[in-house]
DNA sequence: TCAAATAGTTGCAATTTGCAAATATAAGAG
DNA sequence: CTCTTATATTTGCAAATTGCAACTATTTGA
């Protein structure tokens, strides 16, 4: 009841190891962790601008410019000009970084069903919609997660 | 019930800017992420060596070795020969480490306990135990969550 | 007693990071 | 319409972080 912070803090981290090891078992040398977290973010916005994913991700959007530019030579990201605002670019994925995104999607989702798989329905399910409640929490308190200015 | 990474992916990203927020508040530039990380492991296990703190978080040993000395030099850890065993450095926090390690602890749990408190009774002790037997099932789990060798 | 194993540290060289300053474009005041 | 200001993104640069390979120091075991 007390010590929430050890929960959160050993479970972010065991996720953080898995989540780094299946994307260097998809992808090889193709992305870093964090070029894997920009692909996921861009992929679950719709035309997202620079400022966007790199504020959704707390990223200083000078370090992302550099990050989005290496995707890009990569070939696994594109930036259009916004038709209508010459300064914003809108970012996507194209097929390959897709491939990339979908990979690491598959083997994380299949880990994380592999540990859920030890558990009964019922505490699978209460498991699931446990975190989505403290997402949801997390998502109307201002308070936090919100990347500083 | 398919897409359980997404819930994982967003938790684990928004816990991490939160402690990141709250690190940089209690320790302002005294500590970084990565190091607080450090002053945790230390700090939650028994008179642990290099490696065995290295290894919990996952950290190549050198990379690890040198933010150590960074975290000596600060003084907030001490290094003491392994009586038995004198290539084993055994690792403490220093009052300083400590006292650091227990602001960052504080705020980050308010900071939870925050987002816990917008939840019934009934659905904040829900939440805890599923993340509690989640990570349990992660410990259990081989197949993830053990840092490449 | 000496060859292998183990713990930890250094020498690089590459990558990543973030602040300050620059560039490019758009929006608004007059 | 023109000039100041605001916004989006990029670069210069210098510091911090990273990891592999090689090295040192100790211990273990044949």
């Known amino acids: ?9 050993i479970l972010a981290r065991n996720f953080g190891l ?10 090889g040398q193709e992305v870093s962790l964090v070029q894997s977290h920009i692909l996921y973010e861009i992929n679950r916005q719709h035309q997202p601008s620079m400022q966007e994913i790199a ?10 410019s550099r990050q989005v530019k290496t995707l890009a030579d990569k070939g696994f990201v594109k930036k259009t000009p916004h038709p209508a605002d010459n300064r914003i ?6 097929p390959e970084g897709l491939a990339i995104e979908n990979a690491i999607h598959l083997t994380v ?7 859920l798989s030890t558990m ?5 399910d209460t498991v699931i919609r446990s975190i989505q409640l403290f997402n949801d929490a ?12």
Chains 1, 2 share one sequence.
């Open 1 to 9: 009841m007390e010590n929430v912070r050890n929960l959160f803090q």
């Open 18 to 27: 898995l989540n780094e090891q299946c994307c260097d078992n998809c992808c």
């Open 55 to 64: 504020g959704a991700l707390g990223m200083d959007i000078t370090t992302f």
């Open 89 to 94: 670019n809108i970012l996507s994925l194209t």
């Open 109 to 115: 989702n299949a880990q994380l069903h592999g540990i």
């Open 120 to 124: 009964s329905e019922f505490e699978k």
């Open 138 to 149: 997390m998502q109307k308190s201002d308070s936090c997660c919100v990347p500083p200015k």
